[in-house]
């Protein structure tokens, strides 16, 4: 994931954008992980996590002609637009009157929530047998038992590769902190 | 690998699945890699990140052909640098350019300048043909001077076709209009209503008077006789007057007055004045000879205001004297007046040719 401070090239990818509405995938690859990463940690499920997160780039492509550049990362505006779904659904709700300090503290990209978001990335680089085992304990909240009939190996086995793969993640989490 | 720590690292990523806490009896490895375990549990779906990506394609396609069509219009505003052929360059990204095309080119680009050239040599040599079809006129009769006192001539005539000639004798005094006329031999001796015999003319002239009423050009001086003309008063001619003349007046003459002859300008008499007047044309022969000079014609306008009785005065030749009279007939006068009444004028009309 690119740094997030903002930058030329980031500048020339809003101004292509802007231009021509189909190189507006760069941007949604550049800063899904940290919308969603974001957004997750602030709704109960996931697939509400789904819808605004979704919400949020429909909202950004069609609103991007009147973006207007003043220094601010591009992922701050998208979790500005984040913040604002987001109230308005607690609003909508009615579970929740007060609107949480956090939510409005949008207007950078929080440095948690940075984090989180390369865990995406990081789980990409993964072996394939770790990174099977990420995404269907922890995405698709399968169990052990479950994942290791899936792959004809034994429960601590599965366990083994879990255990692996979470340590090759906080290695490489802290060595990016260093 | 130490299999216990795998295990407790799945018991308490099981408890943290299920909303619970961390014990506190893991060791300090698993509450290490809990954190990650936690981060992990938000991540999205790879299908889910996949389909998004789609839909904001699909809706971003909308966007791009209006983007497609300004990103044509910008580059057909910056071509002229990037497409415009060179003419011998032949390596990538040169326009290419066929023969025949360039051949075809510059033909027509030869043509083109021959066309230009030929048209303005043309039109250096035809210059005063092109230019001077035109012609001015000029009345050589002053219209717009007063008349003069003492150039005016007319004449009239009349009788009543007796057999004898018209006797010698003074003629009435000049009026306008003329009430009825002379007559040496008065056929009605009480007419219904009484009236002064007068001849049309200036009331200043002075005729030979003599004893009694008759023509004072006359040859006999009796026996008194109206004459052998027409239309009353008293002579050979005919209408009214006096003499071997035609109309009103006193004389050979016509159209009324005195002196012989049709009406001059002056003596009360204004100018004819054009009312319709097109240009004559260049002959052919004068044109290419690029000649020019003047006629004057002579002509009489009629009481009607159309000219007749055109003749050259002043030749010109090269056809310009033709060209001079055919326009001349052509025009229309507004008819020069003696009193109330349209009269015969006679005046000369210079026809100028000019190369400008």
Known sequence: ?178 | MNSSLADQLDEAISALLAGGKTAPHWVREIHQLLPIADDLWYLPRPEFRASLRDQLLQRAGNHVFGALAQAAQRKAATRPESVVPPLFITESGAFPVRGSHLALSFALHVAALALVVASGWWMVENHAVVRNTMAQLIATDNYSLPPAPTTASGGGGGGDNDKMPASRGSAPRFATPQLTPLTAIIRNESPILPAEPTVVGPPEAVLPEFPRAGDPMADVSGPPSNGTGTGGGIGSGRGGGVGSGEGPGVGAGRGGRTGGGVYRLGGGIPAPRAIYAPDPEFSEEARKAKYQGSVILSAIIGSDGRPRDLRVVRSSGMGLDEKATEAVARWRFEPAHMGNQPVAVQVNIEVVFRLY
């Not at chain 1, 709700?93 to 390369?118: F, H, M, Y």
């Not at chain 1, 052990?144 to 366990?159: H, Y």
């Open chain 1, 1 to 178: 994931m690119k740094a997030i401070e903002p930058d030329a090239d980031e500048r020339q990818l809003i101004e292509a954008a802007r231009r021509d509405p189909s190189r507006f995938a760069e941007l949604y690859e550049a800063n899904f992980d940290r919308v969603y990463a974001f957004i997750a940690r602030r709704v109960p499920t996931r697939e509400e996590a789904d819808d605004l997160t979704a919400d949020v780039f429909r909202q950004a492509l069609s609103s991007l002609p009147s973006f207007e550049w003043q220094g601010m990362p591009f992922a701050g505006w998208l979790l500005g637009i984040a913040t604002h779904l987001i109230a308005r659904r607690w609003q909508r709700a009615a579970k929740q009157t007060a609107l949480p300090v956090e939510a409005l503290e949008s207007v950078g990209v929080p440095e948690q929530t940075e984090r989180r978001a390369i865990f995406s990335q990081l789980v990409e680089r993964l072996p394939e047998d770790q990174r099977y085992v990420v995404r269907r304990r922890f995405i698709d909240h399968r169990s052990i038992r479950e994942i290791a009939q899936e792959l004809g190996r034994s429960v601590g086995a599965i366990k083994q590769l879990q255990f692996r793969a979470l340590e090759t993640l906080r290695m490489q989490v802290r060595s990016r902190h260093e």
